[in-house]
């Protein structure tokens, strides 16, 4: 057989193999280009950009948890400006897709940091952070559709690059807020970011993140993550981006078979920063093994029980 064919799309944005790292856990690329041979991967998405630097959260930012992390880092960043001079040559060199992610407070600064990289060369498109658990603000978008409409029609009429919509799991019906954001205009859904989390050290009886709460990650969450792509897909038509747990092929056709059209890594790539590599190849061994020409072919494919 010949070379299985990786290639998806997500709206017009063509995607060698579906295969991204995630916001937050590759910094802005170059942190990772020694180690890693980027192009290898589908795409990049680098971490959430607001208009001004911003340090985080205080620390301690990280907990270790059963099969996952904790982390309240929060929206630390270069800003956008710093961005485009420093951290947007060296992404144009790489031979992948260019993601940013957009993040902010209020609505203002959404649509500031999204003007600005408008017009920027080499960026392939723009995954909106509406789900930062670890920030006051811009919780609202993840959690009030019509807020959440406002915010991606707005962004819609500022830019022609393709629009991801990134959701939280923090929600009792994600699938509200994805009907409402593909309704206003996103052209993918990304699902999904951090789940609330807490961890209390007993010695101190103090908690283990200086935020006190934070966000929970790693292979933890990849059962939630699994259910809500799974949901999202059944409800809309724009490609679903699956993010959660993922550390293997296995993982990441798990997420396709439920409907994902692509998949992103996080946490993995703190354990073994090749980990996109290894599950690139890892799909392309089992689409040879199992007779699939081509991996979309195994999209949203899941078999009912009888
Ligand atoms: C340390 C850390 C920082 C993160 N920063 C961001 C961020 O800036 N923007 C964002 O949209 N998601 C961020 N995330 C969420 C990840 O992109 C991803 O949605 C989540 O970790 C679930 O995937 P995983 O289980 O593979 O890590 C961060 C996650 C971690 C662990």
Redo the contacts with the bound molecule.
């Keep these: 057989m010949t070379q299985p064919d990786l290639s998806v799309r997500i709206g017009k944005l063509y995607l060698e193999n579906p295969v991204l790292v ?4 590759f910094g802005y690329g170059s942190e990772y280009g020694h180690f890693v041979d980027i192009s290898l991967l589908g795409g990049i ?1 680098t ?2 950009l607001t208009p001004e630097p911003w340090p985080g959260n205080p620390p301690p930012r ?1 907990a270790e948890t059963a099969a ?2 904790l ?1 309240s ?1 929060g ?1 630390q960043n270069v800003g956008v400006e710093a961005f485009i001079r420093e951290k947007m040559p060296y992404l144009r060199t790489l031979d992948t897709a260019i993601i940013v ?1 957009v ?1 902010g407070g209020p609505l203002e600064e959404f649509v500031y940091v999204t003007e600005r990289l408008a017009d920027c060369e080499g960026i392939d498109a723009l ?1 909106i ?1 509406m ?2 658990p670890n920030v006051s603000g811009g919780l609202d978008f993840s959690t009030d559709p019509r807020r959440a409409a406002q915010l991606i029609g707005t962004l819609r009429r500022v830019t022609s690059l393709p629009i991801i919509a ?1 959701l939280t799991p923090n929600i009792t019906d994600i699938t509200e807020i994805a009907t409402h954001v593909e309704e206003a205009g996103a052209d993918a859904i990304s699902a ?3 789940i609330r989390g807490m961890a209390i050290d007993i010695s101190t009886r103090r908690p283990k993140l200086g935020a006190i709460m934070g ?1 929970l ?2 292979p933890a ?1 990849k059962p939630v ?1 699994i259910a809500a792509v799974y949901q999202v897909a059944k409800r809309v038509r724009i490609p679903v981006i699956g ?4 550390s293997s092929a296995e993982d990441a056709l798990e997420f396709m078979i439920a409907g994902a059209t692509a998949v ?5 790539n703190f354990v073994e920063p090749r980990t996109g590599a290894t599950v690139v190849d890892g799909l392309a061994a089992w689409c040879t093994a199992s007779d699939v020409p081509a991996i979309r072919e195994v999209i949203g494919r899941m078999e009912l029980p009888s």
Excluded: D, H, P
């Design positions: 995630a916001s937050g856990t998405v971490k959430t990280a996952g992390m982390n880092i929206l992610n993040g995954e952070n789900s930062c990134k999904i970011n951090t966000g990650s790693g969450i993550a993010i959660g747990g993922i992103q890594i996080g946490t993995a």
